[in-house]
């Protein structure tokens, strides 16, 4: 049995690969190979997006799904996969098709039948959501929403200057499709087959402070995968906030997941398909 060596960390939503920064250099000085995708259209910086959402505003579930899974077919081996926010949720459907040899998901977005909706995490998106419109835009938050839904353990100076590294508007039909996937018929672009027992083993890394996807969302997600027959772990960081991937202690939580993955990971030499 080989060891990964490679790792694919999947962003979120309101960020670009950017996020991933400090994780990427991370992983790089321990010798392996890493992979920040963006979703389709992102291959251009922060504030090129910022001056042009138009491809945030274009982008569906099953294009971002689309885009990722086309990217993991390139790779001579399966990665570990990392997703915060919503990549933590598009990584558990590309998991479900046999992408991964160990997944975690950080503050990750829910999958489909998830039904879990804090207070905080509708006050979080309510920006995007309050109004049917956005549904064919690209939807911003300002500092101050940002500061409650991203990073509201950290100080107003840390807070402004992660806004103004990291923020990008976010899809508001996926936003939109996502709160109403529970609520239609058949299987939407977030649907995963929580009884496969083929997934490689996935752990949940909340943040006992995050006010968009707090603990309980992570919680229900982790316990819907209960009796598939395969390795499905929860743990959370106390006093950590949405964006523990940047801010103070980010490295504890990077360590932990990059050890937690390589002692499960289910490796094989081989490509994905």
């Known amino acids: 049995m080989s ?29 392996y190979t890493v992979h920040t995708p963006g979703y389709p259209g992102f291959d ?11 491809p945030i505003a274009d982008l569906s579930i099953e294009s ?11 790779l001579d081996t399966k990665p570990i996969l990392m997703g915060h926010s919503a990549g933590g949720s598009f990584m558990q459907v590309v998991m479900d098709h046999g992408y991964g040899c160990a997944g ?39 500092p101050q929403q940002w500061k409650y839904a991203f990073t509201n353990t950290y100080t107003d100076e840390e807070s402004l200057a992660f806004y103004e590294r990291y923020h990008v508007p976010a899809s508001g039909r996926v ?11 058949g299987h939407q672009g977030a649907w995963v087959d929580f009884a496969n027992p083929d997934r490689a083993p ?12 707090p603990e309980a969302v992570q919680a229900s997600n982790a316990k819907h995968y209960k009796g598939a027959g395969t390795v499905t772990e929860h743990e959370t960081y106390d006093g950590r ?8 202690g ?4 990077a360590d932990r997941a990059l050890d937690w993955a390589l002692a499960r990971a289910s490796w094989t030499a081989t490509t994905v398909l």
Do not use: C
């Not at 971002?64 to 390139?74: R, Y």
């Open 175 to 185: 936003l939109f499709d996502s709160v109403l996937a529970n609520y239609q018929p």
């Open 202 to 213: 996935l752990l949940f890394l909340s943040g006992s402070e995050d006010h968009i996807m």
């Open 104 to 142: 975690v998901a950080l503050n990750s977005a829910p999958t489909e039948g998830i039904r879990v909706t804090p207070w905080t995490q509708l006050h979080s998106v309510f920006p995007a959501l309050k109004n049917p419109l956005n549904h064919h835009r690209a939807v911003g938050l300002d």
């Open 3 to 31: 060891t990964p060596d490679t790792i694919v960390l999947i962003h979120g939503f309101w960020v670009t690969p950017r996020s991933w920064e400090h994780w990427k250099a991370r992983y790089e000085a321990k010798g």
């Open 250 to 253: 980010w490295e504890e939580i």
């Open 64 to 74: 971002i799904v689309g885009h990722l899974e086309t990217f993991l077919d390139t």
């Open 44 to 54: 251009v910086e922060v504030e090129a997006l910022r001056a042009d959402p138009k």
């Open 241 to 248: 906030p949405h964006l523990m991937v940047a801010g103070p």
